[in-house]
């Protein structure tokens, strides 16, 4: 440890630079992680919090609930089997206000439950997030769908689907919209169990089966871990650049009776150093960023996803110095000296 830190501190500049490096990557990657969780929610907050269960999908749905159909007699079956079960309906649609602005929103319609409000026929209950558009309640609201308005009622929290709020309607609403009384999905706390005629997914299943959410999600994550391979090779190529800058003195400290385990733990505290300063830094940076981001910013970074990022940067870190200094096994002492005079 004290060879590391004589070292760095002779060479303050360059692990300065390579300190700075790391430091931006993580705060990148902290903050598209931030992101991707941000966006997540705010696509399927209505489904991530409802409890751990089971999603039942007509079978020939081909796994997508736009497509989903399921008959009467199939989920009164099910519904009736299980006490917590019930169906529900999810379209894509749009409420205008009384000062005339139209807002995009995803109406939802379900049977009787204690996950979702009730609703009367003629009423509408929000997503908070339409509050700051001006919505209060008792404003009533029209659909190019609907013949009538609806009445404003009340207003939930987190309730939002394909990054729009959610509006809970009545199912005589919802049908008179849609032309179909038959529901799309069927919910159950019940652990995943095969019922004739349907598909069943758990929630992390389902989510998948959501094209919007999949393709999202895949993308920034496929970046997040490009952002943590890459701070990788940056760690291999910046000690292999420095090893062979030292051959000389290595070959020195090896005919002083220096191990190669010595001389590995001394570019592991240095790695070591380099990465945890950096990573505190840039995991402060990006809590500090939750609070000053504009609302319309997705972002949810958790201490949890933070800590968990940092152990792989770390884990990534110790890999790239490690494969650098496969060439300091390789130095001779005496070969390593005679090219370190010429």
């Known amino acids: 440890m004290f060879m590391a830190w004589k070292e760095m501190k002779k060479n303050k500049s360059k692990f300065l630079i390579v300190g700075f490096i790391v430091l931006l990557i993580s705060l990148l990657t902290f903050i598209i992680s931030g992101l991707a969780s941000g966006l997540s929610h705010d696509n399927v907050s209505l489904i991530k919090n409802m409890p751990v269960g089971t999603f039942y999908m007509s079978e020939e749905s081909d796994k997508s609930y736009s497509q989903s159909h399921i008959e009467k007699q199939e989920q009164d079956q099910l519904v009736r089997g299980h006490n917590d079960a019930f ?91 849609f032309r179909t009384e038959e529901l799309q999905l069927i919910y159950s706390t019940q652990k995943n169990e095969d019922v004739n005629g349907l598909q069943s997914f758990s929630k992390k299943e389902f989510l998948s089966t959501i094209p919007s959410y999949q393709a999202e999600q895949m993308t920034l994550t496929m970046i997040v871990w490009f952002l943590v391979v890459i701070s990788g ?85 110790f890999l790239g110095s490690t494969l650098s200094g496969y060439q300091i096994k390789q130095v001779e002492p005496l070969q390593a000296i005679q090219q370190g005079e010429s």
């Open 87 to 177: 169906a529900f309906s999810i379209q894509m649609g749009a409420l205008k206000s009384e000062s005339k602005k139209q807002h995009s929103v995803a109406f939802v319609t379900s049977t009787d439950n204690t996950f979702f409000k009730n609703v009367e026929k003629g009423e509408i209950i929000l997503d908070s997030s339409l509050k700051d558009e001006g919505i209060k309640i008792g404003d009533h609201l029209s659909s190019p769908l609907a013949e009538a308005s609806f009445k404003v009622i009340d207003f939930v929290e987190d309730k939002r689907f394909n990054h729009s709020p959610v509006a809970f309607i009545n199912r005589v609403d919802f049908k008179n919209m």
């Open 233 to 317: 090779m940056l760690f291999a190529i910046f000690f292999y650049m420095m090893n062979v800058q030292k051959i000389g003195m290595y070959g020195i400290l090896k005919a002083l009776g220096i191990r190669n385990s010595d001389l590995f733990k001394m570019i592991w505290s240095q790695m070591g150093l380099i990465t945890l300063t950096a990573l505190l830094v840039s995991a402060l940076l990006s809590q500090f960023f939750q609070f000053f981001a504009p609302e319309t910013i997705p972002y949810n970074l958790s201490i949890t996803t933070t800590i968990q990022l940092s152990i792989v940067f770390v884990i990534v870190g």
